[in-house]
Structures are given as structure tokens and as C-alpha cells.
């Protein structure tokens, strides 16, 4: 039996080395010491053996486990040690090579605009409600006062989906969403996206709007008129003046058109003014009585005011940008240069 255990001993001492490798190491760690492995079959050998040598075979054969394991443990090491050194050598990063430039996004001048526009407003205590680009024609046109035969209902200028669904061609459907769900005192901001069956150089079929409505006791121009000067001043610059001109819309009335100092020229003229000094920049109004009525707000006790603002028209003004489609081209060297306007 001693015979047999040196035996093992040496092929043990010769066989295990690293050369064997991950897959020679862990056969011949299997045919040592696996549960139904050679070493532990000494164990089995005892019955064999007379009784009063038990004892010291016993000893001799765990001595011999312990010495086998030890030996096992040691190739482990230094293999693991070897392929921790292969994969280092691998996977090394070349720390001279040029880095990877991480680019910076940029927001899009018709966000930078609204973002601006709101925030002037929210300054004025408003709240922001955007509604749904699909719409009803009874939120798009009838609770609005559009008539029936208006030109705007007709197929050539607004995209439908069915007969009574649409795209919205204008947020003022915002107010009338507000006001179904709220009371006033109401001032709210609809900002969004529009679409129109347009195209050319100033039209484009999908452009955005923010809608203004404030529904309150004794709402006037003159608070439309004070909220618009100082959007005009905020957004433009302090000596920006603004001008009322009578206007129409179904749902206003009175009607405006808002003209601000041309930012080009400062009021002299000059070829983006057409020489008159004044550009237009909105429409707004008095809120129609019957838009009211349409709501469950009652006009003897409560009036509103109105306008909407193209979003994309003050970016172009005030980035002086002349061809709206430049603003959706996503021409990434024109978006670059909104970079260092951000703040
Ligand atoms: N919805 C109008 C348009 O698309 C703009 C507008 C004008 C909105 C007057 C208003 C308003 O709220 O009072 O042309």
C-alpha cells in the first residue's frame, strides 16, 4: 500500500505542472482527488488492512491528501497567475492613442424660443397646458366661432384624418380645453406644434404656436396690450415698441394684429421691415363672448384675452433666419451655431 501511495506521489511531483494547462490541470485534479478519484479509493482500501494497522494508515493516507491538495493549490495559483498576465497583455488600452470626443448637444432654436417665451410668460403667473395634435373640428373650428363655410375648414388647408378628426391647424384649441376644465381666474401658455396644407419660403406644413388666454373680471386690451409690450421688450430688446392694429378672427373680438419696432433697422426701414419700420409678430384679441358662452363661462361676469404667437416666426426674427425650413432641415452646421446662445 506504502508502495502504491509513493507511487502516486511521484507521478503527482512529475505530471503536475502549468504546461499542463487549464483543462490537463483540472483531468488530473479529477482523477486525485474528485470525490470517486484515486486518493479518496485509498480510503476504501482500509477494510483491507489488519486492524491495529488502521490507525497509522490512516494517518498516512491523509498526510498524503494534504500534500496532494497543497501541490494542486500551488499549480492553481501560478495558472491563474499566467492567464491574469495573458489577459492584461490583451486587453491593454494604448493610453497614447487620441481620446474619443464626446460632442455636445445643443437645443434647437424654435425650443430656445419657447423655452424664452414661456418663461416670460411664467414670469406673469401663467401656467403651461399643452393639448392634442390631433383634434376634433369641434375644438379646432366650431367651439372656436369658425363658421361653417370659413376657408380654413376647406381640405386644401387643413390635413384630416376623417371627417370630423384633424390635425389642429392652430393651439388655440388650448383655450377651449382649458376653459371646459377649469374656472377662471385662468391664465394659461398652449405651446405646440401646428399643421397646414402650406408650403413655400415663410409657410411650412408643420410649424409651432403658443397660445395665450387669460379669462378673468374685467379683462381688457389694455392688459393685452401690457403683456404683449413687455414679450416685445423681453424677447427683442428694452426699446422694442409695439403697435395694436385692428384686425379680425373669429374668435376675438376685438381683433388685433401686434407689430413690434423692426429688430433689423429699430423703426428707420429697411428691406425686412419692406421700409415701414414695423413688423408683425402676433394676432390677439378680446376673447368672443360666444367662445365664452361655448365653455359655460358666463360673458356678463367674465372676460378674456387672447393671442397666438408664431413660435418659429420670432426664432427666424430674432436669429435672422429668412427661409423657415431652414429651422427643420436639421442642418447640423446651422444647429451648431445656436450652441453658444444657450444659457
Ligand atoms: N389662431 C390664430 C392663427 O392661427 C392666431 C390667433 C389669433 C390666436 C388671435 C389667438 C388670437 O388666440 O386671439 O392664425
Redesign the pocket.
Known amino acids: 500500500m506504502r508502495e502504491k501511495i509513493e507511487e502516486m506521489r511521484s507521478m503527482i511531483s512529475r505530471e503536475l505542472t502549468t504546461d499542463l494547462g487549464r483543462e490537463g490541470f483540472a483531468k488530473l485534479r479529477e482523477r486525485f482527488l474528485s470525490r470517486a478519484g484515486e486518493i479518496p479509493g485509498l480510503m476504501k482500501e482500509m477494510k483491507n488492512i489488519p486492524k491495529e494497522e488502521r490507525p497509522a494508515f490512516g494517518k498516512i493516507v491523509n498526510e498524503f491528501k494534504e500534500w496532494a491538495e497543497a501541490k494542486f493549490d500551488e499549480v492553481d495559483d501560478a495558472l491563474k497567475k499566467a492567464e491574469l498576465a495573458a489577459k492584461n497583455v490583451s486587453e491593454a488600452v494604448d493610453i497614447t492613442m487620441p481620446a474619443v470626443k464626446n460632442e455636445t448637444g445643443t437645443l434647437h432654436p424654435v425650443t430656445l424660443t419657447k423655452n424664452e417665451i414661456i418663461s416670460i410668460f411664467q414670469g406673469m403667473g401663467f401656467d403651461v397646458f399643452e393639448g392634442p395634435e390631433i383634434e376634433t373640428d369641434y375644438y379646432n373650428f366650431t367651439a372656436l366661432n369658425v363658421p361653417e363655410d370659413h376657408p380654413a375648414r376647406a381640405e386644401q388647408d387643413t390635413f384630416y384624418i376623417t371627417e370630423r378628426i384633424l390635425l389642429r391647424?392652430?393651439?388655440?384649441p388650448g383655450?377651449i380645453r382649458t376653459m371646459e376644465a377649469k374656472k377662471p381666474p385662468i391664465k394659461v401658455l398652449s405651446p405646440g406644434r401646428?399643421f397646414r396644407s402650406d408650403y413655400d419660403a415663410t409657410h411650412s406644413p408643420m410649424f409651432h404656436?403658443m397660445?395665450?388666454?387669460v379669462v378673468d373680471k374685467n379683462i381688457s386690451v389694455c392688459d393685452l396690450y401690457g403683456m404683449l409690450d413687455l414679450l416685445a421688450k423681453k424677447i427683442f430688446s428694452s426699446d422694442t415698441k409695439t403697435r395694436l392694429r385692428p384686425s379680425f378672427?373669429p374668435?376675438?373680438e376685438p381683433?388685433v394684429e401686434v407689430d413690434v419696432t423692426c429688430c433689423e433697422c429699430g423703426g428707420s426701414g429697411c428691406k425686412l421691415c419692406k421700409g415701414t419700420g414695423w413688423i408683425e409678430v402676433?394676432?390677439?384679441?378680446i376673447v368672443n363672448r360666444v367662445v365664452l358662452e361655448n365653455c359655460g363661462i358666463d360673458p356678463e361676469e367674465y372676460s378674456g384675452l387672447?393671442?397666438?404667437i408664431g413660435i418659429d416666426r420670432i426664432a427666424m426674427l430674432k436669429y435672422g433666419i429668412n427661409n423657415i425650413h431652414i429651422l427643420f432641415d436639421n442642418d447640423i452646421r446651422t444647429l451648431r451655431q445656436f450652441k453658444e446662445r444657450q444659457r
Request: aromatic share 14%.
Open positions: 391647424t392652430q393651439t388655440s383655450q401646428v404656436q397660445e395665450g388666454l378672427f374668435f376675438t381683433s402676433l394676432g390677439g384679441g387672447a393671442f397666438g
